[in-house]
């Protein structure tokens, strides 16, 4: 294994287009939507589902809180793993899923609980935006008259997400988990939301990740609050190639806080060129690539 998971922050951006990011199944699955603000929202939770089958699905790792035909409890998963992997010591046994080293997890009568290294908040679009509510009907068989269904379909026409997310150095010594799990999840976040294709969810594209590394336990915080959308009506936005966007708040943070800056990772798309160079003269440490 490769060394542990450096104290970091992360800020991933990503854009939705007639899709629902986020259904609350509270509220008949509808796009979660704050109505204060105009802005969609998508919980961490979300983003952690998509990683985690990204990891299971694409790269075959293990994982505990996977995505089972039946719904397990978490001591029957524990114990479903305990006797696949033939390991006698319990905390062994949960470390050996990624998910649990990422992001911690829980095992009751195993008494084992694990704070992961890392958390991400909750994102909001950065554009304001609307939620859509669309009818409409299928057909099963040969005569389209007969078996005929009504679906309700409810959507955004377009949001840019800024999530916000920290890997914490010290709970990293807790959980074991490494620069190379860091490395996986990483990949999963871009991959995976790209991979999205399920009715709802299809309409993702990743267009930003940035890592900030520390050589300590400092961190600048809330990075997704340094990035704005400058659009006088961002409400009306419904590509990427419509924002306009500004990154120089976390420009001049990054520069401020050179010295205890390690190093900067930024993966982009295309389509978001023109912003990563304006990080190329801060003087730190980059590590830039185009996927």
Request: hydrophobic residues 35%.
């Amino acid at each position: 294994m490769s060394e542990l998971a450096k104290h970091s922050e992360i800020l991933f951006l990503w854009d939705a287009k007639m899709t629902n990011p986020n259904g609350d199944m509270l509220n008949d699955n509808a796009p979660r939507y704050d109505e204060s603000d105009r802005k969609a929202v998508v919980s961490d939770v979300r983003v952690k589902r998509t990683i985690r089958d990204d990891l299971q699905d694409r790269k075959g790792k293990t994982i505990f809180v996977n995505n089972a035909e039946q719904v397990q409890s978490a001591e029957t998963r524990f114990k479903e793993l305990k006797d696949a992997l033939k390991l006698k010591d319990d905390k062994e046994v949960f470390l050996h899923c990624i998910d649990n080293r990422l992001f911690g997890g829980v095992a009751p009568k195993s008494n084992i609980q694990i704070i992961g290294a890392v958390q991400f908040s909750w994102a909001k679009s950065l554009n304001e935006t609307e939620t859509i509510l669309s009818q409409g009907t299928g057909a099963f068989g040969k005569d389209n008259s007969q078996n005929k269904t009504f679906r309700t379909d409810n959507y955004i026409p377009y949001g840019l997400f800024a999530m916000y997310g920290t890997i914490n150095s010290l709970n990293a010594k807790k959980s074991n988990a490494s620069e190379d799990d860091i490395a996986d999840m990483l990949d999963s976040m871009w991959q995976g939301t790209k991979l999205l294709n399920t009715r709802s969810k299809v309409g993702q594209k990743p267009r930003v990740l940035i890592r900030v590394v520390y050589k300590d336990t400092y961190m600048i915080g809330l990075l997704d609050e340094l990035v704005k959308i400058e659009n006088e009506d961002s409400q009306q936005i419904r590509a990427f190639d419509e924002c306009e966007l500004s990154f120089k708040s976390l420009i001049n943070s990054l520069k401020n806080m050179g010295e205890k800056i390690e190093k900067v990772v930024i993966f982009y798309d295309s389509s978001a060129q023109k912003y990563i160079d304006d990080f190329k003269d801060t003087g730190l440490n980059l590590e830039i690539k185009e996927l």
